[in-house]
């Protein structure tokens, strides 16, 4: 088998009693549109807040988890989750997404040695997490990428990086493959299969969906806003 990377996407981490845990399957953004960095209690997929929108670092792990256990490990295991606008405030430099999301992963997961492991600790939207990626494949000579996160979240990934490929097109050495974590957890957590039927067809899902939708309207425009919080894209709406 040729050389790999596994990349895990973030998705955003929450505060849950004084600690850090990916996100659940929802969150409630806050005011700004962004993540809030606290566990909300109560909230529900068919909610008609239009803050509640799909999160999913913790699905994202999970999938993780399953994908790196078939066959031969990793070369390289990417979490491709930096230090965004929400974690700048907190008074520990060294926390990331991917630090908390590898903290998760290694929980379920014995490394082997012949796994090198990356925090892309700096990063702040998806374009980062996945031009970093890719830059480092590349230099390693990794030629297959396999990039895991939420369904609603894959689309923009994939203009991404048709972008990266027509800014930098050595890029194109690297052969990328999207996994979406739900389609990985309903092959192998039948159990969930009913509650993530629910969730991808949720008012939740529909939102995500059209501001992921909006996102991508607005990188072909050339107005996307990368200085945002969460989602980096300008919030619709008031």
């Known amino acids: ?8 996407f973030g998705r955003g981490i929450e505060k849950v009693e004084g600690v850090w845990e990916p996100t659940q399957a929802i969150e409630q953004l ?94 702040k939207n998806t374009r980062d997490d996945l031009v970093q990626t890719l830059f480092l494949a590349r230099d390693n000579k990794l030629h297959n990428v396999t990039i895991v996160s939420v369904t609603v979240h894959l689309p923009r990934c994939r203009e991404f ?34 509650t993530l039927q629910e969730l991808l067809i949720s008012k939740a899902y529909c939102r995500t969906a059209e501001r992921e939708r909006k996102g991508i309207e607005d990188l072909r425009g050339g107005r996307y806003n990368f200085g945002s919080q969460g989602y980096g894209f300008a919030r619709t709406g008031p």
Not at 1 to 8: E, F, G, I, W
Not at 43 to 49: A, M, R, V
Not at 162 to 191: G, I
Request: proline residues 7%; charged residues 20%; negative net charge.
């Open 161 to 194: 990086l048709q972008s990266a490929l027509a800014a930098e097109p050595s890029l194109a050495c690297c052969r990328v493959e999207f996994v979406a974590s739900e389609m990985v957890l309903m092959h192998y957590e039948p159990k969930l299969c009913a």
């Open 30 to 123: 806050s005011e700004q549109g962004g993540h809030p960095g606290e566990r909300i209690p109560g909230i529900e997929c068919n909610s008609d807040d239009g803050r509640v929108v799909i999160a999913g670092g913790e699905y994202n792990v999970r999938a993780a988890v399953w994908l790196h256990d078939q066959g031969q490990p990793p070369a390289v295991l990417v979490f491709a989750a930096g230090r965004p606008n929400y974690l700048l405030s907190d008074p520990d430099p060294t926390l990331s997404e991917g630090k908390i999301m590898l903290g998760r992963f290694t929980q379920q997961v014995v490394l082997s040695d012949s796994t090198r492991v990356v925090i892309q600790d700096q990063n």
């Open 1 to 8: 088998m040729s050389p790999s990377v596994l990349c895990v």
